[in-house]
């Protein structure tokens, strides 16, 4: 449900869009701006967006490359990277490289990944598309493989060793 009062810079929703990359379906999670909230309803935007980004199996931090030189998330915005899940995957994408002559691609920085491109020109989207694919363990000629959220995968894991535990106590019995 939205978040619709009569102040101003709502609503603060989270907006969700659903789309595919050479076949790999994609849900994209673009979430309110994450800051101290100066009212209840930013507060109720933010937790909202965290609760997303808890959930989340890969964060795509966009930013602005004409405002900051730094490359890492943590130097950042370091308040935003201590609060992830340490296990939870960064991409960095760095926007505007059209305007600050950085070069385009793909590089690791410090254990995440770190993308320069220039959304204006689609310079380096590919690489990105690239990224995504590979990142979310996506091969076009999967032959009878599937696709399956982390949360998804750490479940079957646990169903898995539940299983073998109860197979050993009945072949114990």
């Known amino acids: 449900a939205a978040i619709v009062t009569d102040t101003a810079g709502t609503p603060r929703d989270v907006l969700r869009e659903h789309i595919h990359i050479d076949g790999m379906p994609l849900h994209i999670i673009d979430t309110a701006g994450l800051r101290e ?3 209840e309803v930013e507060r109720i935007g933010i937790e909202r967006a965290w609760q997303e980004i808890e959930q989340a199996d890969r964060v795509l931090f966009m930013v602005d490359g004409t405002t900051t030189d730094a490359t890492e998330a ?3 915005w370091p308040d935003f990277v201590s609060r ?7 991409t960095v994408v760095r926007n505007k490289a059209d ?3 950085e070069s385009l691609g793909l590089t690791e920085v410090n ?3 770190l993308i320069r491109l220039s ?3 689609s310079a380096g989207v590919d690489e990105l598309r690239d990224h995504l694919k590979q990142s979310m363990g996506f091969a076009g000629n999967m032959e009878g493989g599937f696709l399956a959220r982390r949360r998804h995968l750490q479940a079957l894991e646990l169903a898995a060793t539940h299983l073998q535990q109860g197979k050993a106590q009945l072949l114990g019995a």
């Open 84 to 90: 992830l899940p340490p296990e939870l995957p960064i």
């Open 74 to 76: 943590a130097a950042i």
């Open 37 to 39: 909230a100066s009212d």
């Open 111 to 113: 254990g995440h990944s």
């Open 119 to 121: 959304a204006r020109t």
């Open 99 to 101: 305007v600050t002559g």
